[in-house]
């Protein structure tokens, strides 16, 4: 069966400082790979998806980036944290096999900065 | 564009009755998706149910189904013999074939609390 793990769980920065959030998946090959960032009380904001290894599309113009070093690995970064960066950050992957295209979604990642 | 619209921030239920949460879409494509998550407040988005906008039968998944009427533009989720674990935020989302791309599009989300 497929898994996705995120990492850290949670993390809190100071502005300016650099970021480096990791997802990996199991269990399955060429996933698309999604990154979303939910504000307190709010829906998820597609931020950049991925069909394969170095191709990543950007939804939402800010200062954060990602990239996707291998099939199943996908990282979000930013080289300085500004206080709207603040949010919960769910990692998501598909299959293009599966009829619905269904999105699985990790355990996400709490971040604070400060 | 896609647009999802949730118009209940919040439901009570008690345990064991049934529940409909609202979901109304707008698009202009003529092959979409529809998905209902649910998120626990551990944080995690838990994939509930599925509606493809060619599927002539309504989905059911065990205690969820989905009532899908298309010429209303309505996928309303709903939940039989509510449990205490039902608790939860519940997100409607929808994903579009005809130029969307990868996207999902989210709703706001409604609030359900499942009471004694």
């Given at each position: 069966s497929q898994t996705i793990h995120q990492w850290p769980a949670t993390l809190v920065q100071p502005v300016g400082s650099p970021l480096s959030l990791e997802c990996t998946v199991e269990g399955t090959s060429n996933p698309n790979l999604y990154w979303y960032r939910q504000a307190a009380g709010r829906g998820l904001q597609l931020l950049f998806y991925s069909v394969g290894i170095g191709q990543i599309s950007s939804e939402v113009p800010q200062n954060l980036s990602a990239s996707r070093p291998q099939d199943r690995q996908f990282i979000l970064s930013s080289k300085k944290l500004l206080l709207s960066d603040s949010g919960f950050y769910l990692c998501a992957w598909s299959n293009?096999?599966?009829?619905?295209d269904t999105q699985y979604f990790g355990p996400g990642t709490r971040l604070t900065v400060l | 564009a896609q647009k999802i619209t949730q118009t209940q921030p919040g439901m009570f239920v008690q345990e064991k009755e049934a529940v409909t949460l609202d979901c109304t879409y707008d698009t202009s494509d003529q092959s979409y998706g529809l998905f209902w998550y649910k998120q626990p407040s551990s944080g995690e988005m838990i994939f509930l149910i599925y509606q493809g906008s060619y599927d002539e039968q309504n989905a059911t998944e065990g205690r969820y189904s989905l009532n899908f009427q298309k010429a209303r533009k309505s996928a309303n989720l709903v939940i039989s013999?509510?449990?205490?674990?039902?608790?939860a935020m519940y997100f409607c989302a929808m994903r579009a074939w005809g130029g969307g791309g990868n996207k999902l599009t989210f709703g706001t989300g409604t609030q359900l609390k499942v009471e004694l």
């Open positions: 293009e096999g599966q009829k619905s | 013999a509510s449990q205490l674990g039902d608790s």
